[in-house]
């Protein structure tokens, strides 16, 4: 697969901006999300197991808890690649991308991370990795149909903010333990002949099967309101932290609007646990589920990025400056 396109000069110059986006509370709050997140899946786990197998079931609920998150923390990252095909990007297949990806990581501070593409026509990109020095940010072939490089060096930008402020662990993890808690639910489900008739000798029979029914129901609208959860609020700082990162707040403003009505075009329903990693809702609208949707809105995004490019007098391409500001 063949990338054109050609390498352009940094408009802001080569001095790293200062950054608003992350920070050192930003930073522990996403590793107290993290532990809330492990602990509450974890939960699940050890109910789901009970639920299934009784007192070996949350035996064995435990010691795959324990695998679970040994795994999420050190693995989320290849597992979320794998799920989705994404293979690494050589660099003379598109040496004006990785420069462009490497500019952009020396102005955050951080390692330049490795590159993977999807084989994909929806235009969508997304970053994942535990730490900065273990990261990797990954990009639809689609998005390379629709966007320019000003609007590409946005989104990039946009998933090395993720990358700085410490968002691809929470993420990635989230995107792992709520794909295992999908499948644990779908265990139950086609176990739920063994599991009434036992809850029919063990916990007075219609009651024990509502409870199965119940716990069927809550566990992926569970796992979805968690993703939720550590979601939009990351979404926004990124966006903050990659309008700073590009000194162009209306060229991401202008890939999202591109991309979201790509995606509406071409939605990219592989692996639904995993959605809230990307830039922009890769999944059908509409229905009930649009009202668990992990992303916050793309007009109210674009309309921060407006106002952000407006209060530094347009962006750096037309005269604007550096040092942007960002309303939370």
Do not use: C
């Amino acid at each position: 697969m063949a990338l054109t396109g050609t390498h352009e000069t940094s408009r802001n110059g080569g001095g790293r901006p200062a950054l608003h986006g992350g920070g050192g509370w930003h930073r522990l709050g996403n590793a107290l999300k993290t532990t809330v997140l492990l602990a509450g899946l974890t939960a699940l786990v050890l109910v789901i197991g009970q639920r299934l197998g009784g007192a070996q079931g949350l035996m064995f609920a435990g010691f795959f808890a324990v695998v679970m998150n040994f795994g999420s923390y050190w693995f989320s990252d290849k597992i979320a690649l794998a799920i989705h095909g994404a293979k690494p990007l050589p660099y003379e297949q598109a040496p004006w991308l990785h420069q462009m990806v490497e500019r952009l990581a020396t102005r955050a501070g951080m390692p330049k991370p490795k590159v993977y593409i999807l084989p994909t026509r929806s235009p969508n990109a997304f970053a994942t990795g535990r730490s900065p020095k273990h990261a990797a940010v990954a990009v639809t072939a689609g998005i390379m149909d629709i966007l320019d490089q000003r609007e590409l060096e946005g989104v990039l930008a946009h998933e090395i903010g993720h990358v700085r402020n410490r968002d691809t662990l929470i993420g990635t993890v989230a995107a792992t333990l709520a794909g295992i808690i999908s499948y644990a639910a779908q265990m139950l489900f086609w176990f739920g002949g063994s599991m009434l008739s036992r809850s029919d000798d063990d916990e007075g029979g219609l009651g024990g099967a509502f409870a199965n029914l119940g716990l069927l129901l809550v566990a992926p609208i569970a796992a979805t309101l968690l993703q939720l959860a550590v979601s939009r609020s990351r979404e926004y700082g990124a966006d903050a932290t990659g309008a700073e990162l590009s000194g162009d707040p209306d060229a991401l403003a202008d890939a999202l609007l591109k991309m979201e009505r790509g995606a509406e075009v071409m939605p990219y329903d592989r692996a639904p646990a995993t959605s809230h990693l990307f830039i922009v809702n890769p999944l059908h609208r509409g229905g009930v589920m649009a009202l668990f949707s992990t992303h916050p809105p793309i007009p109210e995004r674009v309309r921060r990025l407006r106002a952000m490019s407006a209060r530094t007098g347009g962006s750096p391409a037309r005269g604007g400056r550096g040092g942007w500001e960002y309303a939370y």
